[in-house]
């Protein structure tokens, strides 16, 4: 399993229904109970200071890849709608 992470994060995924490049997979989510890949992880942004987390990442869910090619992933991928701007998530009362 490793060895095939590996190979997967040297190939750049594209989204098909736009033509955008949406980065490398970083990481992968596992269904722990069945062994299932759940998502890709695709990593958006420097992670210099956050090495293990970032905000910015995708996760692309595994049934939107279509073609895992030599150099590329393409994916099918809708990105989930943004909150409205001035709705602030940041505290309880705000």
């Not at 596992?30 to 942004?45: E, F």
């Not at 090495?51 to 890849?65: F, G, H, I, K, T």
């Amino acid at each position: 399993m490793q060895h095939c992470i590996a190979n997967l994060r040297t190939k750049e995924v594209i989204n098909k229904k736009d033509g955008c490049r949406l980065g490398r997979v970083c990481d992968v989510e596992i269904d722990a109970c069945n062994g299932q890949v759940v998502n890709l992880v695709i990593c958006r942004g420097g992670r210099m200071f956050a090495p293990y987390a970032c905000e910015s990442d995708l996760r692309v869910p595994w049934c939107d890849v279509d073609v895992i090619g030599d150099d590329i992933i393409l994916v099918c991928y809708t990105p989930p709608t943004a909150p409205p701007r001035g709705c602030s998530r940041r505290g309880f009362f705000r």
